[in-house]
């Protein structure tokens, strides 16, 4: 059985993220009931709150959702061969940041580090 932990590092690595807020999103939309009328006062008063963090939850779900999408086009691009990314071990996009010591760039697909911008 050959596995291919190169791929299941860059998948986790592309998706973890939006995996997780589109799971935070679900989860909140199954707890809170935004539409519940309750004879009980405080239910009442706070139905707006629950109203409010229902549609949040809604717009994280749906940025997981696009978030995912766009990772797996640049994920799908780098496979045909048409991103031309920065990084010298797998040739993927870079992210750029400013850290501690300096700028540097960062892939997106397998975590190599590169000192300044490129």
């Known amino acids: 059985m050959n ?30 009931d935004p539409f519940a009328a309750s004879a009980s006062p405080f239910d009442q008063m706070i139905a707006p709150l629950k109203r409010g963090v229902f549609w949040v939850a809604v717009m994280l779900t749906v940025g997981g959702i696009v978030w995912s999408l766009y990772r797996a086009w640049l994920e799908f691009r780098w496979m045909q061969g048409e991103l031309l990314g920065g990084c010298d071990n797998c040739g993927g996009p870079l992210r750029h940041l400013d850290g501690r010591y300096g700028t540097y760039s960062k892939c997106l697909m397998c975590g190599s580090k590169r000192k300044g911008w490129h």
């Open 3 to 32: 596995v291919n932990v190169t791929a299941i590092e860059r998948n986790i690595r592309l998706y973890a993220m939006p995996g997780l807020l589109t799971l935070i999103g679900i989860g909140t939309m199954l707890l809170i």
